[in-house]
């Protein structure tokens, strides 16, 4: 319940000294203040990683072919073997919870020859035979024209869909992309779309936009791969990770190639669920760590705050016995001194949290004039779960600060008090 009197005492007794009050106070604002600071700092840089991954079907997987390590039926070990498109039925068709199953095939890449032709312009780029899904797989925001369709795959159309990137190197600004027509390995492709990837694709952001996309139909038989898969991207449904079912997917694999059971070397992957697990665990670790520090500092703070207490509580000695002797309660004594406690460090770390407030707005507001999708630092924040829990910690500082000030009040007695010069 509100007391006036008991305010105006504990505001009184705070501002007699006020300077020792600031310093005293400094503490819990620098405690709170780094401990918010660091959090904020943490959520940047998960944002800036996470951000990275450009909207990424994380719950997959990518899979490929590799040399067999054991002899198996008959078959020699070192042997070569591809993936085929009935392998693909098969994972489709056996192993449940997958939400996709992309077979892709690839053309050229970085360092390779020019496989890339209009007019007098060549180039080297990445070429992918893809189905529709691997948009949803790997995000792309379409600039202009559609994404590859069902249609296109059924009848096998010569069509593309190139990167910002390969329309900057062939094609002259303001010129018209879709409807024309690229030499692909000597086979004319026409343009439908243009698109630029999200995030910065593991910090090759340039490269991510100089890529084509084309059917995978028409890939494999302008291409002559006939039923061969160069690799797989495989999503999981979100009630299953893809970690779980992998070891399906390989025994498929093993079982159509006449590979070894326990020939772990045969079948390469890189599972993003997993490594974006680690991602996560380690911005776990992150967060503890910010905690640990910043209450490490805080507590320095707190102590501060319980050593000030002491001398106040001694210097009110006469105060305590004069009040003791009119009857004031042990109680009454020691709620006293813990207000004045929590009061202090509530208003102190209050000052802190809004001081580190306005250095992240400050922070955010530089980083919304800058281009953010190739940094690892992007929107520092802190939740109202975060300011909660400060404000938690900060009233458990102030009852710890205060209690051994309010246990040593309460042991004076009004005789000895009252003798107290």
């Known amino acids: 319940m509100f007391n006036r009197d008991n305010w105006s005492e ?15 106070s400094f503490g819990v604002l620098w405690g709170i203040f780094i401990l918010v600071i660091l959090l904020a700092a943490g959520k940047g ?33 070192g042997r070569r073997y591809n993936f085929k498109t009935g392998d693909v039925a098969a994972i489709r068709q056996n192993v449940p919870n997958l939400r996709f199953v992309s077979p892709r095939n690839q053309l050229g890449g970085f360092g390779g020859a020019n496989n890339v032709v209009r007019g007098l312009k060549t180039g080297a780029f990445n070429v992918y035979g893809d189905y529709p899904e691997i948009i949803q797989q790997e995000p792309m925001d379409i600039t202009s024209g559609r994404f590859i369709n069902y249609s296109d795959i059924k009848d096998k159309r010569k069509v593309a869909i190139i990167g910002e990137g390969v329309r900057n190197d062939m ?14 390995n000597g086979v004319n492709f026409m343009v439908i ?60 694999i093993k079982s159509n190639h006449s590979i070894h059971p326990e020939d772990d070397r045969a079948i390469g992957n890189f599972d993003l669920h997993e490594e974006y697990s680690k ?50 309660t042990p109680w009454a004594i020691r ?26 707005a400050l922070i955010n507001n530089q980083l919304d004039g800058m281009d953010t999708s190739e940094m690892m630092f992007a929107n520092p924040s802190v939740d109202l779960g975060v300011v909660i829990t400060a404000l938690t910690i ?18 004076i007695q009004p005789v000895d008090a009252l003798r107290t010069e």
């Open 394 to 411: 900060l009233i458990i500082s102030g009852l710890l600060a205060g209690l051994i000030p309010a246990q040593n009040a309460i042991k």
């Open 10 to 24: 504990i505001i009184e007794a705070l501002t007699t000294n006020w300077f020792r009050t600031l310093l005293t």
């Open 45 to 77: 840089l998960e944002n800036g990683v996470k951000q990275g991954f450009g909207g990424m079907a994380t719950n997959s997987m990518f899979m490929w072919s590799q040399t067999p390590s054991k002899p198996y039926k008959g078959l020699p070990k």
């Open 193 to 252: 779309g243009t698109y630029k990837k999200k995030g910065n694709n593991n910090g090759d952001a340039e490269e991510a936009q100089k890529q084509i996309f084309v059917p995978f139909t028409a890939f494999s038989q302008a291409f002559n791969r006939g039923d061969n898969v160069g690799w797989m991207a495989i999503t999981a449904n979100d009630e299953s990770t893809i970690t779980e079912l992998k070891s399906q997917v390989f025994d498929i």
């Open 335 to 360: 709620g006293q001194i813990l207000m004045e406690s929590i009061f202090l460090t509530i208003i102190s770390g209050m000052a802190g949290i809004a001081l580190a407030t306005g250095i992240i």
């Open 279 to 328: 991602i996560n665990g380690l911005f776990v670790a992150l967060k503890a760590v910010a905690y640990f520090v910043g209450i490490l500092v805080l507590l320095s703070g707190i102590i501060g705050i319980s050593n000030i207490m002491l001398i106040v509580v001694k210097e009110r000695t006469n105060e305590i016995g004069i009040r003791r002797a009119l009857g004031a």
């Open 171 to 184: 094609y002259q600004p303001g010129e018209e992309v879709i409807g024309s027509y690229l030499k692909i």
